[in-house]
């Protein structure tokens, strides 16, 4: 056992380099951190902010903080109508930005879609699918998605296939390595390919002739002015679901600025009836490319759903009315169309997202939306100073008691001191190994509070070196042999070693659940090295007390080994007849 331990412990060791992380991550309070007060405003001019609304507001950012694995974050109310987010480490705006997005999802009908500007070739557009209808880009020959899919518009995908297609030369011109001319479209494709892109082409023209019917006058003439660029996107506006709205597509990350801006229907699937939101990795073979944003909607958005797919459907694939919006705060994340109605009650967006994206979208969206609206006030670093000599405060303490322990384990149990203080150094190193491993796989973070928590394990550690020892103290006290000694007193103290250390866990456990903040970040610490007790105790402590009761120094019961008779106080009597016995 005590080679299998060390096997463990050289992994832990060779993860931790394997891993570039070598030390463990700190907490705001000893590290520093970002620092955002989110000031809510009310729906309506005049209206007041309730406290059941600031209260589910903090409990659906304390579950998004949860879910994007941020340890020892904290999110307080201060005040009728502000919020305080405090992030660990330096440079997390993003995660942040991410707690206090609001986060309302809609699903709107198209009623116009236009690119921004008249030169712009936009590239083609992210398209959300529902699951099961999985939709496919149209293939580079230019050939339509196949049927029952709901498929991308096809305006923006017409003009990259056109430039694509055109600008590709035959492969005899390439082998030859002479200069030619750029080939027309006629030239450089086939009869099949030139009748598709030629359908493209109609299909182009027939979209920019936008029908406004229907359409409010004044919403109209908001659309005209949009130009999708700056503040104009309008990201984090708050919609009225109720009525017809002009907005942008999704800004590109890179230049800031829309392609493509819209007039949308009133809302007609709200996020609020999203039950299920996960991100979901790229599978080709059920037609993902990419990262994805999986959504499954409850049974009154699934009847909606599947009346609207079924009327667009029927309209036709080249109007623009045929397609849905999946709008996310304020921005048009995709718009694919339908081809067929869709009843399954799952949709998935596509963006192309990277893993970090979709999982932010999802924990987002699975949270559900915040009940108010929430304004940046401030932005600011956290510094770590206060911390740092509140740490070097709680070191010097956690140095002294473990001094004590060790000076305590030295003049009471002398020789078998050295067993605990050994076991106590393992336990510690196994303590470190698993907190910086933790803190690269869970972003587990150490603070003051969980110093303090493994500072109270040295305790539990050093009980159940305690109940051992003085469990095998009282079997040499009854005359019995060393190694006799160690297999009957290992045999009565690991019961009520298991009990102690489960009652300690158990205890930490539920005040881990229960707790908030920094307490935690205490209760997690506590439990965690509390199972690390037990492994040292069942592993290393039992183990080499039995190789050194093989020993001389040990099995005589020298007078420093802590096992001397006359030290416990064993009769002449009793040693006298222990030691016939062995000679007869």
Known sequence: MLFALFVIAAALVGLMFWQGQKTPKLALDLAGGTTVTLTAEPSRPGAKIGDSEMTQAINIMRERVNGLGVSEAEVTKQGNN????????????????????????????VMVAEPVGAAQQPAPTPTPTPSGKASKSPKPSGSPSASGKASTSPSPKGRALAQALVATPKPSEKASGKPTPKPSASQSLTPEQLQQLQQLQQQ?????????????????????KLTCAGNDIGQGQSLNPGKQVAICARPDPKTHKSDYKFILAPAQISGEQVTKAQALPPDPQNGRVQWTVSLDLNGAATKTFADF???????????????????????????????????SGNAQIEGQFTQQDATDLANVLKYGALPLKFVPSSIESVSATLGKDQLSAGLIAGAIGLGLVVLYCLLYYRGLGSVAISSLIVAGVLTYESVVLLGKFIDFRMSLAGIAGAIVAIGITADSFVVFFERLRDEVREGRSLRTAVERGWHRARRTIIVA??????????????????????????????????????FFTKPLVTVLARTKFFGRGHRWSG??????????????????????
């Open 309 to 343: 797919t079924s009327k667009a459907a029927a309209l036709g694939e080249n109007n623009t009315r045929n397609h849905f919006a999946i709008v996310l705060d304020g921005t048009v994340y995709s718009w694919p169309s339908v081809k067929e109605a869709i009843t």
């Open 82 to 109: 502000v919020i305080v987010v405090q992030v660990p480490g330096q440079g997390q705006e993003r995660v942040v930005g991410l707690i206090g997005t609001t986060a309302k999802l809609e699903f709107r009908q």
């Open 563 to 584: 096992l001397d008779p006359s030290t416990l106080g064993v009769s002449k009597r009793t040693t006298v007849r222990t030691a016939s016995a062995k000679e007869a």
């Open 501 to 538: 250390d489960a009652v300690s866990f158990i205890a930490a456990l539920l005040l881990y659940w229960f707790a908030i903040g920094g307490v935690k970040g205490f209760a997690f610490t506590l439990g965690l090295t509390t199972l690390i007790d037990v492994v040292v105790v069942f």
């Open 204 to 224: 182009q023209q027939q979209a920019g002739a936008e029908d406004f019917t229907g359409v409010d006058p004044a919403v109209k003439a908001q659309f005209s």
